[in-house]
């Protein structure tokens, strides 16, 4: 029976705290939806902070530290940190709480974009905190940096000095042949985790054949040397990732990603999502994986190399 990881990204960077009373900002909310969506299904947990006074999103340890204990004192979920924090912020301020941490995983951009997020300012709605409006429609003038140079760095500070393995994410087809490039110039070591990124302005559309397209160009660059998985931000969420399932890869959900459980309606937790896909993939065969068998699956160091918290 296939065995399907779910990766669920607890709040993130982008949204803010004025678009869902749900979206987890404050420590204590961060580490319950994390703990909760762990028992619901999640394999690995992608992990931001935020400024536990105003929401904004933050790469302090320090912030980090107000949840991570208690998340490993819960569950044994992957913990999963971003080397992408913001678009707004230094790449050294980005690597703080990885290199700190030194979790089993970090998500890591192959490549530098447009990450543009201004669309969401449109809508009518009461602001919270007085950055959250200029924030979003700034980023009509946005570049997230990862350049070759950055990328390289944060291979050999995490990696090849840290152990982690990385969740590559793939905003474009370009940056498949970046992985590739690192591959050969032996950075990197299989398995590969890809994570197909759609949906957001600056990356690739959420469409279908797209997906089928990448599939086909990394079993190219990496024959059975990679695992996919997909997420899509937006209202794709739940249909991309149920077709990344169909054709036997692996999802991504959570609220960093999409508010909604349907249209119209908002996810009152990211357990609600990672319920959601799980009976999806459920309902095709599937099931899926524990956080142990991700950790197999994915050759990672173990919760035991993770440092103190």
Request: charged letters at 20%.
């Amino acid at each position: 029976m296939s065995k399907t990881i779910i990766t669920c990204a607890i709040t993130g960077s982008i949204h803010t705290p004025s678009m869902s009373p749900h979206l987890p900002w404050k420590p204590s909310d961060i580490a319950k939806q994390s703990v909760d969506a762990a028992r619901a299904g999640a394999a690995i947990l992608h992990l931001h902070a935020r400024d536990p006074n105003d929401g904004r999103p933050s790469a302090d340890p320090a912030h980090f530290a107000q949840f991570l204990p208690h998340i490993a004192a819960e569950c044994d979920a992957v913990i999963n940190l971003s080397t992408g924090g913001s678009a707004v912020m230094s790449l050294d301020d980005r690597l703080k709480a990885a290199l700190r941490f030194c979790p089993e995983m970090c998500s890591l951009n192959m490549g530098s974009m447009n990450f543009a997020l201004y669309p969401m300012a449109d809508k009518p709605r009461d602001w919270l905190f007085d950055w959250e409006e200029p924030f979003l429609r700034g980023t009509d003038d946005l570049v997230f940096k990862n350049t070759p140079r950055d990328i390289a760095g944060i291979m050999t500070r995490m990696g090849k000095e840290r152990g982690a393995k990385f969740e590559f994410e793939c905003y474009d087809i370009s940056h498949l042949y970046m992985l590739k490039h690192f591959v050969e110039r032996d950075m990197v070591q299989a398995p590969f985790f890809i994570q197909f990124v759609f949906g957001v302005l600056g990356g690739m559309g959420p469409d279908a054949d797209t997906l089928d397209h990448l599939i086909t160009l990394a079993d190219k660059l990496f024959g059975e040397d990679y695992m996919f998985s997909v997420l899509a931000a937006g209202r794709q969420q739940i249909p991309m990732a149920a077709r990344a399932a169909e054709l036997g890869g692996h999802v991504r959900v959570g609220l960093e990603d999409n508010l909604m459980i349907s249209r119209g309606v908002m996810a009152h937790s990211n357990a609600e999502q990672v319920m959601q896909i799980r009976d999806i993939i459920e309902g095709m065969g599937h099931s899926v994986a524990t956080p142990g068998e991700a950790r197999a699956m994915l050759g990672l160091k173990g919760a035991d190399k993770v440092a103190a918290v």
